[in-house]
Every structure is written in C-alpha cells, then in structure tokens.
C-alpha cells in the first residue's frame, strides 16, 4: 500500500514537472531570443547561451510549480515503520495544518540550486547534439523514417 502511494504521487508529479519544464523552456527560449535580437540569430555562443538561460528557467519554474508534489512524494517515501500519511489528500491537509501553507514548500530553495543547473546542461546538451545531428543528416530529428 504504501509503494502503492508514492508510485502514484511519483506519476502525479512527473507529468505536470515535465510539461511545465518543456513549456516553459519553450517560452524562455523565444523570450530570450527576442531579448537578443536579430543579429545574435544563429551565432553559435548565443545560441548556447539561450539554450543554457531557458533551460536553467525553466527547470526552475516547473519544480517551484510542482514542488508541493514532491515534499509530498519524499513524505511518503520518509515514512518507514508507521504511517502517517494515509493519502495524498490527507498529506496536503496534514502538513497545512501542521506547518502552514508555507509548510508545502520547505525545501524548495535546496531543490531550485539543484535543478536550475541540472536542466540547463540537459537543454544545452540536447540542442547541441540536435543542431549536430541536423547538419549532418538528411534525415529530420523526430522522424522514424530510415
């Protein structure tokens, strides 16, 4: 039973943390090259700077949106030999009632200096070897065709 709960807090968090992340990236990205300008387009540095920017943003969004989810997650996962959780409904009304609603973000600063860079190296390594791969390819990335 208790697995049972943190597998579903697990999938109840990672859904909306990777969408928030993409999306998010997505729009920093855009803000950051409009912020940059046309003459910056296609300039390699700036690229990676854009790329290293948006993804450290949007790693950084997406846990501060979804972080009550993971405090609630590492409960769950906290508790060993009693529980004081019985569900994910009743860990958001417990610690709230506990600890304020303040208490569902304790941690998050930890969890941003983690996550801010962590993303940022995955989105700038990811573009890297994307625009690699596409200049060496005639085969489009995302395509299953041989």
């Not at 906290?78 to 860990?91: D, L, V, W």
């Not at 860079?117 to 041989?146: H, M, T």
Request: charged share 20%.
């Amino acid at each position: 039973m208790k697995k049972d709960l943190e597998h579903l807090v697990t999938i109840a968090h990672r859904l909306p943390y990777s969408s928030v992340n993409f999306y998010a990236y997505e729009c920093y990205k855009n803000l950051l090259r409009l912020l940059l300008g046309e003459k910056h387009r296609g300039n390699t540095g700036a690229d990676l700077f854009v790329h290293f920017v948006a993804g450290g943003l949007s790693g950084i969004t997406a846990a501060a949106a979804t972080y009550p989810l993971d405090l609630v997650r590492t409960r769950f996962a906290a508790q060993r030999s009693s529980t004081y959780y019985r569900g994910i409904s009743h860990a958001f009304t417990t610690i709230c009632r506990d600890e304020g609603f303040l208490g569902l973000y304790k941690g998050l600063g930890a969890t941003l200096l983690g996550v801010g860079p962590d993303i940022a190296i995955s989105f700038s390594v990811y573009e890297s070897l994307r625009s690699f791969w596409q200049s060496r390819s005639n085969i489009p990335l995302g395509s299953c065709k041989a």
